[in-house]
């Protein structure tokens, strides 16, 4: 998570954290270090998904797929 400028240009407010849940409870990962870690795959799965169009025509496929079976 990022957040916010304080108003007027000011610093951040808070420093970015990593909010993960887990099967058992959540994590909350601050150390610059763990962010940066989720932040290069966070850039890497968007990087390699789909557009809007690509995605639907994906689903499209995969629902007659499904409804072929």
Request: hydrophobic share 35%.
């Amino acid at each position: 998570m990022d957040f916010p400028q304080a108003p007027h240009g000011g610093e951040v407010l808070e420093p970015p954290l990593v909010y993960a849940e887990t099967l058992t409870g959540a994590m909350y990962l601050n150390k610059p270090e763990e962010v940066a870690a989720y932040h290069l795959v966070w850039n890497d799965l968007q990087s390699r998904a789909l557009d809007e169009d690509r995605t639907r025509d994906r689903l499209t496929v995969a629902r007659e797929e499904l409804g072929n079976e």
